[in-house]
């Protein structure tokens, strides 16, 4: 599931470095891992897809512009939104749909193997990356 | 082990209101959860203690100042400079003590209950918390 995803690096990584490294909008790079965990960045625009992780929680932190996440709950649908240096975590089974008009560079802590897309989505616009989570090039 | 450890919060959470609420050094903040992890928030200067985590990596964000963090390798002690927005995982196994001449905000990664002077550690000096990490008071 994760035949691509980057390792431990030995050295510290520059989140900047990272984001200036690849241009494409909703498709996460692996920075590093910790334990079984990957940590992703990734660059967004415009609306993601509703989707849910069933089995994990996902932690958001915005490090440059604005995101929104609309989270479907038991008591209706609400929104938060994210400014630089706001974290978030959406808890599992809880369906959700990222978005940001402005555009933003997040950072997720998410088990290795999460899918994008979550376990189940609806359809997915072309625009979104369905992966595990793209290698780093530095 | 995690008895006043806080939940994951329903809200985003501004890491820099996270940051202002506490004054202690070497004291960890508990800002939110993912899953079985703590995110974690810590404000340092001078020298922690070297220490090892025996079953966990442990994952370091720099969100202002600079942070060194000494490492004992197989090939002898070496240090790692990170500045502001870079990250790097202290591998499970290696003992490591982190210090900021300049003093530094940190975010941490680590699953909770792990404690912040490790399974094995040099004399811990008075200024350094043995912590599993402290609830936030927003």
Redesign the interface.
């Known amino acids: 599931m994760s035949e691509d995803n980057a390792q431990?690096?030995s050295?510290?990584?520059?989140?900047?470095d990272a984001l200036t490294s690849f241009d494409a909008l909703w498709s996460p790079r692996v920075?590093?891992?910790?334990?079984d965990?990957d940590?992703r960045v990734a660059k967004v625009q415009g609306e993601h897809v509703w989707h849910v992780h069933e089995d994990?929680?996902?932690?958001f932190?915005v490090?440059d512009g604005s995101l929104d996440i609309a989270l479907r709950e038991e008591g209706g649908e609400r929104s938060?939104?994210?400014?630089r240096?706001?974290?978030?975590?959406v808890?599992?089974g809880t369906w959700h749909r990222p978005r940001s008009a402005e555009g933003a560079s997040i950072?997720m802590?998410?088990?290795s193997g999460t899918l994008s897309v979550g376990d189940a989505h609806d359809e997915i616009p072309d625009h979104v990356d369905a992966t595990t989570g793209h290698t780093l090039s530095l």
Chains 1, 2 share one sequence.
């Open positions: 431990t690096p050295e510290p990584v520059q989140l900047a920075v590093t891992r910790v334990n965990y940590v994990t929680d996902e932690f932190l490090l938060v939104t994210l400014g240096g706001a974290v978030f975590v808890p599992r950072m802590f998410e088990p």
